[in-house]
């Protein structure tokens, strides 16, 4: 299996900063990683997909990069909204395997 | 609007079974391979499997493989996950996804808790 290492577990940020998160593949996965959103209440978000495509309806102060093994999100000018865990997913091969998560908390 | 709603969770005994469903609308279900993933107490996201737009094709994960069946009826619009002898770290919510290049609509999912 592949195995995706996600950090930092935790991130503290203030509305206005950009935060980046980091998701490592323990081998090549192309571009094929996807960015998601959990909040509380509601169905997890897709928020990137194929690396660095923006799924419709994600803000633009969202952006990923990387491909191979590592991958980062990045939020721009950060907005209460976006409070939330994330994860990354590699769909490069079965068995579809996540990263640990994220919880980017408001500083 | 897509909408996926999972049920059939609850408190389930060791070693026992659990049908749960996943009802879709807003898309053509039928176009479309589904999966499920499930997530535990400790917030780790597990795949589980997935299945081929006319339910031909099945895939999952190796660890669940022998336990879990994933199908599907198309005239229903609606998504099974089969789970046998259910343990202890089946406890999770299971979610059910529409998969596009990557999943892009999770359900809100359903509970299940295995206690004796």
């Known amino acids: 299996d592949v195995q995706m290492t996600q950090s930092p577990s935790y991130l503290a940020a203030s509305p206005g900063e950009s935060v980046s998160i980091s998701c490592k593949a323990s081998?090549?996965?192309?571009?094929?990683l996807a960015w998601y959103q959990e909040k509380p209440g509601k169905a997890n978000k897709l928020l990137i997909h194929?690396?660095?495509t923006l799924q419709s309806g994600t803000p633009s102060r969202f952006s990923g990069s990387g491909s191979g093994t590592d991958f980062t999100l990045t939020i721009r000018s950060l907005e209460f909204e976006d409070f939330a865990v994330y994860y990354c997913?590699?769909?490069?091969?079965?068995?579809?395997?996540f990263g640990s998560g994220t919880k980017l908390e408001i500083k | 609007e897509v909408q996926l709603v999972e049920s059939g969770g609850g408190l389930v005994q060791p070693g026992a079974s659990l049908k749960l469903s996943c009802v879709a609308s807003?898309?053509?279900?039928?176009?479309?391979?589904m999966s499920w993933v499930r997530q535990t107490p400790g917030k780790t996201m597990e795949w589980i499997g997935d299945?081929?737009?006319?339910?031909?094709?099945?895939n999952y994960a190796p660890s669940l493989k022998n336990r879990f069946t994933i199908s599907r009826d198309n005239a229903k619009s609606t998504l099974y996950l089969q789970m046998s002898n259910v343990r202890s770290e089946d406890t999770a919510t299971y979610y059910c996804?529409?998969?596009?290049?990557?999943?892009?609509?999770w359900g809100q999912g359903v509970m299940v808790t295995v206690s004796s």
């Open positions: 996804t529409r998969e596009r290049v990557a999943p892009d609509y």
């Open positions: 807003g898309f053509t279900f039928s176009d479309y391979w």
């Open positions: 299945i081929k737009y006319d339910g031909s094709y099945t």
């Open positions: 081998k090549s996965i192309s571009n094929n």
């Open positions: 194929s690396g660095s």
């Open positions: 997913q590699q769909y490069n091969e079965y068995p579809l395997t």
